[in-house]
């Protein structure tokens, strides 16, 4: 399965972005799929994800009321919506896909570990 990350760019604090990943092959109801970001000279860390089969969501504190996570599933995509961007919002954005054959308990989805597949990342960069 391949992930196609796009809709990364220069945004000025308080604007927004909306980016998108899309699977290359449908998604399956124990599939979840996430967004990480890593900011240079950061570690990767978890934006959002989504479980597929109900669509239920999981947020980092840092980006709750500000961003949101949706699914298409007619077109194997998720959505991540990105407002009241912050100069801190700055990073290369990955997505993610677990595909195990078993459904993504709900603390799970904040663990990198847990995906085992990966887009090529898009940067956002967000100007104060």
């Known amino acids: 399965v391949q992930l196609q990350a796009s809709g990364g760019g220069l945004v000025q604090a308080g604007g927004s972005l909306r980016l998108s990943c899309a699977a290359s092959a449908r998604t399956f109801s124990t599939d979840s799929m996430a967004w990480f970001r890593q900011a240079s000279g950061k570690a990767r860390e978890f934006v959002t994800g989504v479980r597929w089969s109900d669509g239920s969501t999981y947020y980092a504190d840092s980006v709750k009321r500000r961003f949101t996570i949706v699914r298409d599933n007619a077109k194997n995509t998720v959505h991540l919506q990105m407002n009241s961007l912050k100069p801190e919002d700055t990073a290369v954005y990955f997505c993610?896909?677990?595909?195990?054959?078993?459904?993504?308990?709900?603390?799970?989805?904040?663990?990198?570990?847990?995906?085992?597949?990966w887009g090529q990342g898009t940067q956002v960069t967000v100007s104060s």
């Open positions: 993610a896909l677990h595909r195990t054959g078993a459904r993504l308990i709900s603390s799970g989805h904040s663990n990198p570990h847990a995906y085992n597949y």
